[in-house]
């Protein structure tokens, strides 16, 4: 049984399954190549992240596929419907990278508020010949401990969101409209913990609410994020989306950062993906990285380990 493992699987999922008596095909086919190739190389395994799409094109052109696997949580790159119509097992990892998730929510909360995203641009051209120029400009840090936090979604990721806020000491309100309490439990170290009730806000009121923002939602037909949203918030928020490009509307979050609206946002996603618009690039109040949340070694072996245990039990 051949698996293509199109955007890559960790070593210990690739041991895992070829010690079942898989065949892993770790290749990186591009997208208008992928029907041929699955059906060349009779690949009855399709294993993706967020890089390569599944849709109704791939599915009827492959009708050997048993096993569609997203290594992740989003499935909007994957018809999934329509892959269970044909019969096709669809796969998922919805905890294996929460945890990788919210520490880059907080990469981005840190370096927002303490300018780092700025200083590192700056610092290598005029560090040596403007010093205590740059040393005033971010002179302005501010402390999350004692702030709110607004999370937009509370599923795994925003739960591995809060718990990292509650743990510095920071105030967690969210929305959901799915759930009206939620139970937040924070382990430390030495297996001791301590557990926060929390009770769903609406929107408009997280949005008034909130010092910082986290949107942790899948794709939206349209934006959650917008100019109306923006109006609503405090003065002076931070924002970050690390959940899917679109669900934010870039045009909208420029204008409030030049409105002194919104003091700065922390992008993983964007709305032109893999292409993203210039004036989100070259913002310095934007921080910014390459869609890397689930992108840590632990997370992917966790993701493989997880794929791999779903499809040897398909198999038995």
Not at 110 to 137: I, Q, T, W
């Amino acid at each position: 049984m051949k698996i293509l493992a199109n955007d890559g699987i960790s070593k210990s999922g690739v041991q895992t399954l070829e010690n079942a008596g898989f065949e892993i095909l770790a290749v990186n086919v591009a997208q208008e190549q992928l029907v041929s190739y699955i059906n060349q190389n009779k690949v009855s395994v399709l294993l993706v992240r967020s890089a390569t799409k599944v849709f109704k094109d791939v599915i009827d052109g492959c009708p050997g596929l048993k096993i569609i696997g997203r290594g992740g949580v989003g499935m909007d790159n994957i018809d999934v419907d329509y892959a269970k119509s044909k019969g096709i097992h669809v796969i998922n990892t919805p905890e294996a990278s929460s945890s990788s998730v919210a520490e880059l929510v907080f990469a981005h909360l840190f370096s927002g508020v303490r300018f780092l995203h700025d200083a590192n641009r700056n610092m290598p051209l005029e560090g040596d010949s403007n010093f205590k120029k740059l040393k005033n400009a971010y002179a302005k840090g501010i402390e999350l401990r004692g702030k709110t936090l607004g999370i937009i979604g509370f599923g795994r990721i925003g739960v591995a969101t809060a718990r990292i806020a509650l743990g510095i000491g920071m105030k967690v309100i969210f929305t959901d409209p799915f759930l009206d309490e939620a139970t937040v439990t924070v382990p430390f170290f030495d297996n001791r913990s301590i557990s926060f009730e929390l009770t769903s806000t609406p929107l408009e009121n997280l949005l008034k609410t909130a010092d910082f923002i986290s949107l942790h939602v899948p794709a939206q037909k349209s934006y959650l994020i917008g100019k109306r949203e923006f109006g609503l918030m405090k003065d002076g928020v931070g924002i970050v989306n690390a959940a899917r490009g679109g669900i934010l509307d870039e045009v909208a979050l420029v204008d409030a950062l030049e409105s002194g609206k919104v003091a700065f946002a922390g992008l993983d996603v964007y709305e032109s993906e893999p292409i993203p618009e210039i004036r989100i690039l070259m913002h310095p109040d934007i921080s910014l990285s390459p869609h890397i949340g689930a992108a840590t070694e632990e997370a992917q072996d966790r993701i493989g380990m997880e794929l791999a245990s779903q499809i040897i039990d398909l198999y038995k």
